[in-house]
């Protein structure tokens, strides 16, 4: 079998996926491929790892879709934007073996999200261009709703409403059609959905015993372009970090994000720890985000920026900072390829005290977390 | 008594007038469709309908399938086909249901990336490459490291990859910068890699030579701005106070420095001095007017 690594061509690539496809013993490599800091990314474009990462989850649907799989296939309905995957991911998400009502509000996101940036996609192709015959992210996004059954059952008014609005096509409104019967016929059967599984990330901790990374070269740079180092920036009082990057040009990852974060001091503040509990937004792109950047960026989307608050950027010990966070991102030399959404809390010690990844973060969650941390101390 | 011919003219032939585009009424997009696709009709009047189509474009799926259809026909006029791309690019703007159409609409583009007719080809490409379409990335570059696959010359491709900063083009930018095939294609591998931070030293080393074009060196200095602007403060300063360099880049250097310059730059004694003595004495008026710009930020 062809080792899994970014000097890989993607042809090779290709054939690799449908080794492990035959291979029921790597079943477990197909989700460690989707991590975006896999090495297999490693110096690729954007578009190129689109392309891999759609034939992953296409294999993974044709093979059906497991638990450890699953959060990266809501993740790309929560927020993805390439019509490609998108489908691929509605695809993927019927084969899992348990519908439930959560995916449901995820689908409508996925509607959502993919209303200007529907194409037509051919989920039996490598890379899933096509200028023939194929399926769009929306039409794959309705059979998902049709499989869903009488899990969807809290989305029928929204699908309703859909009937009548301006953006669906004749043959998108049939499919909705379809997906409003199948919904409607299994609440009338009185099918129950199983309530399973939180598409929220659980909130990890770093394993006992392990050893904390060398962050003490870690140096930051901020908006101001004042520099600190890690751990005096980081101790001394819990802290809520969120990754983005100026380039991002995904609106429901990095600005979403930042703006978020905005939400974030604000409720701080109203609860009384706006001076006691800090917020950092660190950016994946630190060759290019200068502190002009970072401060322009934090302002238009009405962040705070003080001694509390700041943006920062990496000018000493990226690799640390990586490490530290296992950052849900990779490159093409210094330019972002593909990155996860995340937001961290950190305890007054510096330590990762909770993790909030791939799907949209509740900011009074993240809020609630940070305040736990600060009171627990370094207890 | 004979006839006098008649005296020919001496007065030279009317310059040709440029045809009137042919105005056609207000029809519906049925009526102009087919008015763009009838053959027997003149090229200007098949012109003037497609313009009609951007109204009403995406209304009906089985129409827009037509118009695509005309689009896509080699055997149409080039003008006609034009029109109606023209048309359907403003009713991506203007149709409030367009988003309808859209999946159609790129695999139409898509299906056009090798069309024979090159003008077509590029604006079908720079619709495509402004989407950040990976199907066309690909074939861009695929055409840049092997130029018998280009589909457009290598400054135009460098151009539409310049769209997407997420596209694997700074390698063979480089590449085009110490081997160009043409000057063009090296300013524009120049442009792309205006956003590529590990290119800081390349833009330095540029700048710094007075061998380079001064277009190439201006290029340069906007592109250090944007990745490095304290390097472009410090060598703006050394140009300004180099009486040999070119007056372009001094020009350049005035505006960068007077645009972008610290407040620390009012303590520089010497530099305020050699634009002073610029401000009064440059040959070039575009330095003159720097060295203005420049005094009246931090004139003593």
Known sequence: ?379 | MATKKPRRSTAKPAARKKAKPASVPAMDTKMALALAANPKKSIAQRVAAAVQLTRTACDDAQLFDEILAVLKDGTVPSPVRLAVLQALQAATFSSPVFDICRPAYLSALRALVKDPDKELRQRVLGILAREHDGYTQQLLLEGLRDPKKAVVPAEKALQLLSYDVHSDAYPVAREIVRNPPNQRARREALRLLAADANSVGMFETILGNKKEAPEVRQLSASALHSLAPKKLQDMARKIVLDKRDDHKVKATSLTALASFGSDSIARDKPLIAKVERLEGNAASSAVKRGANQFLSKYRP
Request: proline share 4%; charged share 25%; aromatic share 8%.
């Open chain 1, 1 to 379: 079998m062809l080792a899994l690594e970014a000097s890989l061509s993607e042809a090779q690539f290709c054939a690799a996926v449908g080794q492990l496809k035959a291979d029921a013993s790597k079943r477990a490599v197909l989700a460690e491929l989707l991590r975006e800091n896999n090495p297999v990314y490693d110096e690729r474009g954007t578009a190129a790892v689109v392309r891999m990462r759609g034939w992953i989850l296409l294999a993974i649907a044709e093979l059906g879709l497991t638990e450890p799989e699953l959060l990266y296939v809501l993740e790309e309905l929560d927020n993805g934007h390439d019509a490609y995957l998108v489908a691929a991911a509605a695809r993927a998400l019927r084969t899992y073996a348990t519908p439930a009502p959560v995916f449901a509000q995820l689908l409508l996101r996925a509607l959502g999200n993919m209303r200007s940036r529907d194409d037509v996609v051919s989920l039996t192709t490598y890379g899933g261009y096509t200028i023939v015959e194929g399926s769009t992210a929306r039409q794959e996004i309705l059979r998902t709703f049709a499989w869903l059954g009488a899990a969807a059952r809290e989305a029928l008014p929204e699908l309703e409403a859909m009937r009548g609005e301006a953006g669906f096509s004749a043959a998108l409104k049939q499919e909705l059609g379809l997906a409003i019967g199948a919904i409607g016929a299994a609440c009338a059967e009185g099918a129950e959905p199983h309530d399973c599984c939180s598409p929220q990330a659980d909130a990890w901790k770093p394993a006992p015993g392990a050893a904390p990374l060398n962050m003490q070269t870690v140096t930051l740079e901020d908006q101001d372009g004042r520099r600190i180092g890690f751990r005096e920036l980081f101790t001394g009082k819990s802290s809520v970090v969120a990754f983005f990057y100026t380039r991002c040009t995904n609106p429901r990852k990095c600005s979403l994000t930042i703006e978020k974060l905005a939400r974030v001091q604000r409720l701080l503040r109203e609860k009384g720890f706006g001076d006691r509990i800090q917020t950092a937004a660190i950016t994946y792109d630190p060759a290019f985000d200068l502190p002009d950047r970072l401060r322009a960026y934090g302002a238009s989307r009405g962040l705070t920026m003080d001694d509390n608050n700041r943006m920062l950027r990496t000018v000493r010990g990226m690799a640390a900072l990586r490490g530290y966070f296992q950052l849900g991102v990779n490159f093409i030399e210094s330019v972002v390829n593909r990155h996860r959404i995340e937001v961290h809390v950190l305890n007054p010690r510096g330590e990762i005290a909770a993790s909030f990844e791939r799907i949209e973060w509740d900011e009074a969650a993240v809020v609630d977390t940070a305040i736990a941390a600060q009171q627990t101390g370094t207890a």
